[in-house]
Structure formats: structure tokens, C-alpha cells
């Protein structure tokens, strides 16, 4: 049964901080999804990384795979409170298309 | 380009009611369909996927059932309500090239009281 962790859990930090999110995930997959969920809302799709090595950046926002470790990173450079919200990294098992949702990321940025 | 809609957005329902929501994507076809539940402050947990007309995978055993009557329809329904059902229901498609990106619909968010 594949599975993916985040961490941590909570995050809260200062405004202009830099700081990372972490996924780790059990089983063989090269397809990861990072995923932003504002209070009360839908998920909003940020990153598609589809390989090993894969980098995107968005803004404040960068994203990488490394699949021999199978773990993924959500960089946060210079942090504003507009990125507040809950990350979620997902896992697509075996290339089925059926994803996997870690538990998530509550960050909260603070002025 | 693709949009998703699902209705309604918010419920509340006694516990052994029925249940009935409903997804449509628009701008696309033959996607795959899938229905999530997140309970308050907890991550995604996939309850049904489907790959065509008719085609249904149940992911967990649950009192949940969903259909698929057309092929940009995904419904999600229950006979009787249970007080563990409340939570925030997502509906969600993923298209035809292949990434295995999901796009979400607004969410439906059910109390069962």
C-alpha cells in the first residue's frame, strides 16, 4: 500500500523566511503533484513533476523530485502572507492515475 | 477550455436520509472521474474512480455508492446517512494527456446531524 507523509505537519513563520516542505512516499512512483487548499475552499493545482530531477518554480514556489529517494520538496523563498494555506503533495501509484494525498501542510505565514 | 461544477455546495442532512450529489465536467470528453472525501482536518481519501460510462471502482467499503449515467456525469449517492459520512466531498477529472494532473471541482461540504 503506497503511502505519503508529509513534514511537518504545522508550519508557522515569519514573513521574508525561507523554509521547506517535505514528501516522502513508500513505493516506486515518478509522478508527484503538489496541491494548495485555502481555508473552506477546493485544491488548486500548483506542480506537475513527472520525472526524476523534475524542477518547476512558480513565484515563491519551487518544487522538486527525486525519485531514487523517493521523496519531494515544496521550497518557500522569501515567504508573504498570501501563501498561507494548506500543501498537499500527492503520489500517483503505479502510473494509475489514482492519486494518493498526503496528510498536508498547515502553514501559516506571520507578518 | 475544461470546467468542473458540482452541486450543492453545502448541506446538512439527518442521519439515515438519502443522499445525492452531483458532478458534471464541461469542455472535455471521456475523462476520468473521481469522488474524494476529506474529513475536517485530514488529508484526501479517495472513495470512487471511473474510467467510462458505467465503469465504477470502489476504493473503500463504505455506505456510499456512485454512477456514472453520462459520460461527463459523475453522481455520488447514499441510502442512508451516517453520522461518520460528514466531510468535504470533491469531485475531480483528469484529462486525455496523460499527466494524471486532477482538476477539482468546488467541494461539497455535508453534515450529517
Known amino acids: 500500500e503506497l503511502k505519503v507523509e508529509q513534514n511537518p505537519l504545522f508550519l508557522s513563520m515569519q514573513e521574508g523566511k525561507n523554509y521547506t516542505i517535505y514528501c516522502n512516499y513508500s513505493?516506486?512512483?515518478?509522478?508527484l503533484y503538489w496541491y494548495r487548499q485555502d481555508p473552506g475552499k477546493s485544491l488548486e493545482s500548483l506542480f506537475v513533476?513527472?520525472?526524476?530531477?523534475a524542477v518547476k518554480q512558480e513565484g515563491r514556489l519551487m518544487a522538486s523530485l527525486d525519485t531514487k529517494a523517493r521523496l519531494s520538496t515544496l521550497h518557500i523563498t522569501a515567504a508573504v502572507h498570501d501563501l498561507s494555506a494548506t500543501y498537499f503533495c500527492?503520489?500517483?501509484?503505479?502510473?494509475?492515475?489514482?492519486?494518493?494525498f498526503g496528510t498536508g501542510t498547515r502553514l501559516t505565514i506571520i507578518p | 477550455s475544461q470546467t468542473i461544477h458540482q452541486w450543492p455546495a453545502t448541506l446538512v442532512q439527518p442521519v439515515g436520509s438519502p443522499l445525492s450529489l452531483e458532478c458534471t465536467v464541461e469542455?472535455?470528453?471521456?475523462?476520468?472521474l473521481y469522488w474524494y472525501r476529506q474529513a475536517a482536518g485530514r488529508g484526501l481519501q479517495l472513495l470512487f474512480y471511473?474510467?467510462?460510462?458505467?465503469?465504477i471502482s470502489s476504493e473503500v467499503p463504505q455506505n456510499l455508492s456512485a454512477s456514472r449515467p453520462q459520460d461527463r456525469q459523475f453522481i455520488l449517492s447514499s441510502k442512508k446517512l451516517l453520522l461518520s459520512d460528514s466531510g468535504f466531498y470533491l469531485c475531480?477529472?483528469?484529462?486525455?494527456?496523460?499527466?494524471?494532473?486532477?482538476?477539482f471541482g468546488e467541494g461539497s461540504r455535508l453534515t450529517v446531524l
Open positions: 513505493t516506486t512512483s515518478d509522478r
Open positions: 475531480a477529472w483528469s484529462g486525455y494527456w496523460n499527466t494524471g494532473e486532477l482538476f
Open positions: 500527492a503520489v500517483d501509484n503505479f502510473g494509475n492515475e489514482k492519486l494518493t
Open positions: 471511473s474510467v467510462g460510462i458505467g465503469q
Open positions: 469542455g472535455t470528453s471521456n475523462p476520468n
Open positions: 513533476l513527472l520525472s526524476n530531477g
